[in-house]
């Protein structure tokens, strides 16, 4: 069964990159540009796994996450964060982990292929 991933960026660059590396290996994909767009869109679907950068417009991600309970969550950020912060980032019991940008596409996969546990 073909696995959904929703990449939840305000960064068009980032999310088509990481789109295409994603749907190149397997990966069913879906867009947002931000956690308000993310949102609304987890009305229709349920993706196996939500990529999320941490900072963009509308609604704070931490907020957001607040409302997504069934769906895991990884967060994709350049924000350079120190161990005690990202430590309080992965506290939400549906976060699984924290990939930073820029990332190596391998590295990247891997871990998307170990959270969504193909």
């Not at 196996?48 to 609604?59: K, N, Q």
Request: charged letters at 35%; aromatic letters at 4%.
């Amino acid at each position: 069964m073909v696995k959904t991933i929703m990449v939840v960026d305000d960064e068009e660059d980032n999310r088509t990159t990481v789109k295409a590396v994603l749907e190149k290996n397997g990966y069913e994909v879906i867009t947002a540009n931000t956690a308000d767009d993310c949102l609304e869109k987890l009305k229709q679907t349920k993706p196996s796994l939500i990529l999320m950068d941490i900072m963009m417009p509308g609604t704070p991600v931490k907020e957001a996450i607040k409302l997504i309970k069934e769906t895991k969550i990884a967060y994709l950020s350049v924000v350079r964060v120190g161990e005690a912060e990202k430590e309080e980032l992965l506290k939400a019991p549906n976060i699984v982990g924290f990939i930073q940008k820029p990332f190596d596409i391998n590295d990247l996969l891997e871990k998307v292929k170990k959270l969504v546990g193909d």
